[in-house]
């Protein structure tokens, strides 16, 4: 149960190594069997009690040698360079877990997350279009992602689907792109082209995320 009210509104990316689609969105096992990828979030408006989170980004890393929900995941968490020594405990207080309910997204990242490595504080770029299905996050050193809108193998035009997740922990709608690139080269190694990338605008609480961020 948290202690604390928070909240963070903004911007989220999540890249994969699977095909299009993501298959732990439909509790499918990984495309290639094991689950590489990250998550990122640019945070518009957010706090965390009194500290002010706003403008501020937040990317983490993962390895899980299986499907999410078997766990035994490693991860790498990265906090924006311009955080404060409170923007940045806060942040990775919310990124671990303890404040927020059972169920939720951090949460359950803190469940399958078996070995957690340093922090890192970064330099991080990231742009993002969700009309346009298109975003970026750099991080020196650690990552490297660009998304794009998915084309038509045919006539190269562009395709465009949604995924609608009413009880959703991570996100109730979300546009899919292609990860023309997604590639890690910290603590966590790992290199894909042309795979899964889901870009979506979300709002999330101590209990959770909101619906409909707007």
């Known amino acids: 149960m948290a202690s604390v009210q928070w909240r963070l509104k903004g911007h989220w990316i999540k890249n994969c190594g699977c095909a299009y689609g993501c298959p732990c969105d439909f509790n499918a096992l990984p495309t290639h069997g094991n689950c590489q990828g990250m998550v990122a979030m640019k945070i518009d408006k957010g706090h965390f009690g009194d500290t002010d989170l706003s403008g501020l980004a937040f990317a983490a890393v993962v390895d899980f040698p299986g499907a999410l ?3 035994n995941g490693t991860m790498q968490p990265v906090v924006d360079e311009k955080a404060n020594p409170k923007q940045r405990e806060a942040l990775l207080t ?3 877990g303890k404040e ?4 939720t997204l951090f949460h359950i990242f ?3 997350t078996a070995k957690l490595l340093e922090p890192q504080f970064k330099p ?3 742009s993002f279009d969700l009309e346009k299905r298109r975003a970026r996050v750099f991080i020196p050193g650690i990552l490297e992602t660009e998304s794009e809108p998915i084309r038509n193998p045919v006539t190269g035009a562009e395709h465009r689907i949604r995924v609608v997740m009413p009880n959703g922990f991570e996100h109730h709608e979300g546009e899919i792109a292609s990860a023309k690139m997604v590639k890690a080269t910290g603590g966590i190694k790992y290199s894909y082209q042309n795979s899964h990338s889901t870009l979506a605008n979300v709002e999330y609480t101590p209990k959770g995320v909101v619906h409909p961020a707007a």
């Open 94 to 96: 919310i990124m671990s």
């Open 110 to 112: 803190s469940l399958i």
């Open 124 to 126: 991080i770029e990231f």
């Open 69 to 71: 929900h078997l766990g």
């Open 100 to 103: 927020q309910d059972e169920g």
